[in-house]
């Protein structure tokens, strides 16, 4: 019995913390941002992130999710397999912040974003997540501009799209 109340322990604490950087990565041919019609930034292949910073998020999550997002094997290789990294591929990341994903949806019809990071630390969080792609090997990381209103265009390739948060305990 005891197990189970552990268990239950352990859940409370990585699902209550509050705590959770999540990026959405789809695997792209190519991909583009532009603000004010003029394009910001862009990759071939590679991904398209879409970052959401949450309140209490710290260098450590973004860590993760760089380290996570640059070893994820999810290019094919040789035999069509998905098998190849984004480093092992040689493919870029841009890189697009966007506090939506950190939207609570239970109650009512509106989202709330009061989970969302305060936009000086979130910017701070989102450019030191640019920063560990670079530092884990990712060669080209492009980035949307914080806090625009920016138009992202892709080609999704297959499409692979994956989320990948800090509260799961993915890594």
Known sequence: MNVIYDMIAVYNV??????????????????????DGEVRGHCGEG????????????????????????????????????????????????VISNFTLCADCHHGRRPSFVNAEKPDKADRLYEYFCSRLSAEGVVTVEKGEFGADMQVSLINDGPVTIVLDTETGFC
């Open 14 to 35: 990585k699902v209550n913390r509050g705590v959770e950087m999540k990026a959405v990565l789809q695997r792209v041919s190519e991909a583009s941002v532009s603000i």
């Open 47 to 94: 991904f398209l992130i879409l970052l959401g910073v949450k309140q209490g998020d710290t260098e450590k999550e973004a860590d993760l999710l760089a380290s996570k997002t640059a070893n994820l094997r999810v290019f094919s290789d040789e035999n069509g397999k998905m098998n190849l990294s984004l480093i092992s591929t040689g493919g870029g990341a841009l």
